[in-house]
């Protein structure tokens, strides 16, 4: 699975050439050094019409904010990318978390009383896509094939956030293998939307060892509109099957903006032509879900560690990781640990924000590929104690449910199983690539 990032690498690059010169600690300004940064990784929600709460455009936006700005920053709570980047794997499609030089270079910045610079330093603004377009249109050369939509949800002005989780059928009258995915809120409604996941319900063949492991009630995770994504355009050969009389089962969160807005979210659908059957079909599973069912238990005032493992039972590329829980949620580890016993941490996502669903999608080569056999290690910790500031309520016993002062853990992983061929191939030309760069 390539993740659409097409427009942003654009953006990126006109950045890069544009030059993200080094910080001196004299002469930081916003024209030459902190617009650069904006751009790539704060505009693509701060920008009207965007779900961030202010534009930060342009030096005029932005000066207001320069104190708020430096203290989430700092913090690492914007961008939001809640990974431990110290361990694990460190590419992604999708990263846009600033390096620990960039941080330094806004606090540096914001110190020195928060200049703007010359002019003539501020990079041109990036292409921004036109609002309304599908921006996989350009890839496949068309506008969706199939287009779902979920039942409108209109936010009031004021008030807590809301989960809307509308359930809509396909309408297809035959199985369809889908190339590439978009998800999309209404123009108005990206402003309320913070995200939308989007699930897959429809019946599988029992017995199919890799058949989706479902969220129970919602269905296999499909898609999502979420930080840094616009959808999913899946590797060559492989896909995703929708199957006559799915449905497709939103959860779209949504946050008041002081306005009513109502809103509803696009799912935009690209097909393999009739008849053309990828090679691979793409699993997205909720890896350790049951037993988190069966096990999560969080006394009152305490944090607690919770372990599931779940073997392959083939060969497997895992595309992305995606760790998932309420409110408790505090940190989660996904490791492999090989047949022969050897534990490798892929990620840790130490400082995990239920509100956000950040979702960490691998390149091409930073996908781990995974013998049959390997066991997945997920560690997860919640916090019911009274210094988790988003803890409603640290008397409570809480265990495994639905309802977002329940709480859950697992991993949305999308799954693509390997033939023992394929595999060797991969592990071989990797080996490779490693050793030509040595
Ligand atoms: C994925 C979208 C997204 C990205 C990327 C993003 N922000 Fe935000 N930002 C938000 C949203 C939404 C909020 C409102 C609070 C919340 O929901 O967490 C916010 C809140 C903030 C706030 C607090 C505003 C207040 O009312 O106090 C600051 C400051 C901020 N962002 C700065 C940044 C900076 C600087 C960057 C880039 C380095 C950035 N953000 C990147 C979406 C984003």
């Known amino acids: ?30 024209t ?22 202010m534009s930060l455009m342009t030096y005029e936006d932005v000066r207001p904010w320069a104190r708020a700005i430096r203290t ?13 980047k110290t361990v694990g794997i460190t590419e992604f499609q999708n990263d846009i978390s600033l390096s620990d030089r960039e941080i330094e270079t806004v606090a540096r910045w914001v110190d020195a009383g928060a200049p703007r610079g010359n002019a003539a330093d501020l990079p041109a603004q990036p292409d921004w896509p036109a609002d309304n377009a599908w921006r996989l249109a350009d890839e496949y050369g068309r506008e969706p094939d199939l287009v779902v939509t979920s039942d409108p949800w209109t936010q009031t002005a004021e008030g807590q956030d809301q989960w809307w989780q509308p359930i809509v059928e396909t309408g297809l009258t035959e199985d369809r293998w889908v190339a590439g995915m978009e998800v999309r809120p209404t123009l108005e409604g990206r402003r309320v939307t913070h995200h939308a996941v989007v699930y897959l319900q429809q019946e599988e063949q ?23 994504k616009v959808g999913d355009i899946f590797r060559e050969n492989t896909g995703k099957l929708l199957k006559v009389g799915s449905r497709i089962a939103f959860d779209n969160h949504y946050h008041s903006v002081g306005e009513e807005i109502t809103s509803s979210t696009d799912v935009g ?3 393999y032509p009739k008849g053309t059957v990828p090679k691979y079909r793409v699993f997205g599973q909720a ?37 998932h829980m309420h409110v408790r949620g505090k940190a989660m580890s996904m490791e492999a640990i090989y047949p022969d016993g050897r534990v ?46 988003a803890n409603p309520d640290p008397t409570q016993w809480v265990g495994w449910g639905q309802r977002s002062f329940d709480d859950m853990y697992h991993a949305h992983v999308n799954m693509t199983y390997l033939t023992d061929e394929d595999y060797d191939e991969i592990i071989a030309a990797r080996r490779a690539r490693r050793s030509s760069n040595d």
Not at 206 to 228: C, I, K, M, N, Q
């Open 1 to 30: 699975m390539r993740q659409c990032t097409r427009i942003g690498a654009l953006a990126v690059a006109a950045v890069l050439t544009a030059g993200t010169t080094s910080a001196r600690t004299d002469d930081v300004t916003f």
């Open 32 to 53: 030459r050094d902190i617009a650069p940064i904006l751009q790539r990784s704060c505009q693509g929600c701060h920008r009207p019409g965007q779900m961030g709460p």
């Open 72 to 84: 989430k920053v700092v913090e690492r709570v914007m961008p939001p990318w809640h990974l431990d």
């Open 206 to 228: 029992p017995g199919d060892h890799v058949a989706a492991v479902d969220v129970p009630g919602r269905g296999s995770y499909l898609t999502e509109f979420a930080v840094g």
């Open 269 to 271: 659908i690209w097909f």
């Open 287 to 323: 890896l350790g879900v049951q037993h988190a069912m069966a096990t999560l238990d969080i006394p009152p005032g305490k944090v607690t560690i919770h372990h599931s493992y779940v073997s392959l039972p083939l060969p497997a590329r895992l595309e992305n990781y995606q760790p």
């Open 344 to 389: 490798e941490m892929l990620n840790h996502v130490d400082h995990f924000d239920f509100n956000w669903h950040v979702n960490y999608v691998y390149t091409d080569d930073s996908a781990p590929v995974l013998p049959k056999g390997t066991v997945i290690h997920l560690t997860a910790w919640h916090d019911n104690t009274a210094a988790n500031r």
